[in-house]
């Protein structure tokens, strides 16, 4: 029998959405401060996933300069109606100061791997909204209302109000329908119609270790809303050694044969320290209904399965991701992202010189606004990353290289630069909670060195850096280092709600934009 091994989305991929449109699985999850908004994953059996397009990729649509880290797009909603898809997402600007500065948003299209349309505003009462397709045709938008007001729960309910089509806003009163259960921070919401009732599923208990996920139903759309009995549905905040946790945050599918499956976000700890550095990832598991038209765990109880049955579907054989990028094609490949802003041509561009990726440098790593970087996630505990870069300094002030990248607070840079008794020179900066450390002692001279091979292996929490001026033999460079630092669990100075990334940057605070030049990137997942 065939199983599902998860989490099916690996890597930083929390918030998920799923859908299914004829035989066609789609899931939408979130990507906060990374550029191009929202990730969609494609499947046809649940299975085997593959990354296929980022919807959010002009300006117009979304722009996070000075976003601070882990704001951005949150819980994106992705749903399908008489031949739209829809998508809805947040653009988190400030939760400081007991207030949140938020940007609702509504985006269509009628061909999910193309150009998607200007957004429409919706509202900033609150995040995790979604769009619920009622039978009747009726829209309506639903979601958690943040309560500003003296002495009141930050987390204010779940409120409903009706979205015009035709109008292209919201209109008519806003319906507070559920202020959660005893589990408190009530968010994350979905409704659904089925077995002739409305069901809202929620996200409650924060979404760290005592996440959970939470069910309620109700014969009218507007309540009251009853608690499922066996709630929570899904956590793990009674598992605590268990090897998935933080399991919440869900939405659900059914299979052509009325099989169901809930997709929800999860976090692997690293075994010796508890850090997730692989962010929050999404995770499916198969659900029944009762008898009395309750959702629960197949296996029963509400701790999610490592391994699940797949459904009896036709085969699809996913394509092999491409682990090396010689920058060949006149676009990145997918699996890169930005940070904030799409990078124009003022910024990198894969045309000056043909087979490289040039990056003109800009503002330092801890900018929340422009940064000449390019990255992927980190979807395995263990892998090798590699790169080539010709680079040629006349200024401290310029530097190139190789990240290990969380946020502008916590990375680990192997980079190109050039000092007044060296010259150009190889060293590293580590960043932890923007405590800014030079783990070598002296940096290596690079003169009359035009290409420089640059490597980091991770391996859990260990990170080594490596450089060669051949590609083939390599030497170690500085101590062993704490990929640790590269975790939610690692921020002191914000919050942390993404993963970490590995990738490419350049910088020049000269403002003189030197340039430098990649020849490849490699990401090889190890055993």
Not at 181 to 191: F, W
Not at 259 to 278: A, E, F, T
Not at 292 to 314: H, S, T
Not at 447 to 453: L, V
Request: charged content about 20%; aromatic content about 12%; hydrophobic content about 30%.
């Amino acid at each position: 029998m065939k199983k599902i091994i998860n989490p099916i989305l690996k890597g930083f991929n929390p918030d998920p959405s799923i859908i299914r449109v004829e035989n066609d699985y789609y899931i939408a999850t979130s990507t906060f401060q990374w550029y191009p908004g929202v990730q969609i994953h494609h499947s046809r059996d649940l299975v085997n996933w593959k990354l296929v397009t980022r919807p959010l990729n002009r300006l117009t649509q979304l722009d996070m300069r000075g976003n601070p880290d882990s704001l951005g797009v949150w819980a994106p909603c992705l749903s399908y109606y008489n031949g739209t898809y829809y998508l809805v997402y947040s653009d988190v600007k400030n939760i400081k100061g007991g207030y949140m500065d938020v940007y609702n948003y509504l985006v269509t299209t009628q061909d999910i791997l193309g150009d998607w349309s200007e957004p429409v505003y919706l509202n900033s009462r609150g995040f995790d909204q979604s769009l619920f397709h009622d039978n009747d045709g009726r829209k309506w938008l639903v979601g958690m209302s943040c309560d500003k007001e003296k002495g009141k729960d930050w987390f204010g309910g779940i409120i409903l109000q009706e979205y015009s089509e035709q109008e292209k806003k919201l209109s008519g009163p806003v319906y507070n329908i559920f202020n959660g259960t005893e589990a408190g921070l009530t968010e994350g919401p979905h409704l659904y119609k089925c077995n002739g009732y409305y069901y809202l599923i929620t996200a409650e208990g924060g979404t760290e270790n005592y996440h959970c996920v939470t069910l309620a139903r109700s014969t009218s759309l507007f309540g009251p809303y009853e608690v499922a009995p066996n709630n929570p549905i899904i956590t793990t905040k009674l598992e605590p050694t268990y090897a998935m946790q933080k399991a919440g945050h869900a939405d659900f599918v059914e299979t052509p044969d009325g099989q169901v499956y809930m997709v929800h976000l999860c976090s692997r700890p690293m075994p010796r320290n508890g850090k997730c550095i692989l962010g929050r990832e999404t995770s499916i598991q198969k659900m029944i209904w009762t008898k009395d038209n309750w959702l629960q765990l197949e296996c029963g109880g509400n701790k999610p399965l490592i391994e699940v049955e797949a459904p009896e579907l036709a085969e699809f054989i996913q394509e092999k991701e491409h682990e090396r990028d010689d920058f060949d094609n006149e676009t990145l490949s997918i699996q890169f992202q930005t940070l904030r802003i799409p990078l124009g041509e003022d910024m990198m561009s894969l045309k000056e010189r043909s087979g490289y990726l040039r990056l003109k440098g800009r503002e330092s790593l801890n900018s929340l606004f422009c940064q000449s970087l390019v990255a992927r996630r980190q979807q395995s505990f263990n892998y090798t990353a590699s790169t080539c870069v010709e680079f040629e300094p006349d200024s401290f002030k310029q530097m190139a290289g190789l990240v290990c990248y969380y946020n502008t607070e916590n990375y680990i840079y192997l980079r190109v630069t050039h000092n007044e008794i060296l010259g150009k020179c190889l060293g590293i900066i580590q960043c932890h909670n923007f405590n800014v450390s030079y783990p070598l002692k002296t940096d290596v001279s690079l003169n009359g060195i035009k290409r420089i091979y640059l490597k980091v292996t991770v391996t859990y929490d260990i990170l080594q850096f490596y450089y060669s001026v051949d590609g083939e033999s390599w030497t170690a460079i500085g101590p062993i280092l704490d990929a640790g630092i590269l975790s939610d669990e690692s921020c002191k100075e914000s919050f942390g709600f993404t993963g970490a990334f590995v990738g490419v940057c350049c910088q020049d605070f000269s403002g003189e934009r030197k340039y430098a030049d990649f020849d490849y990137f490699e990401y090889i997942e190890n055993k």
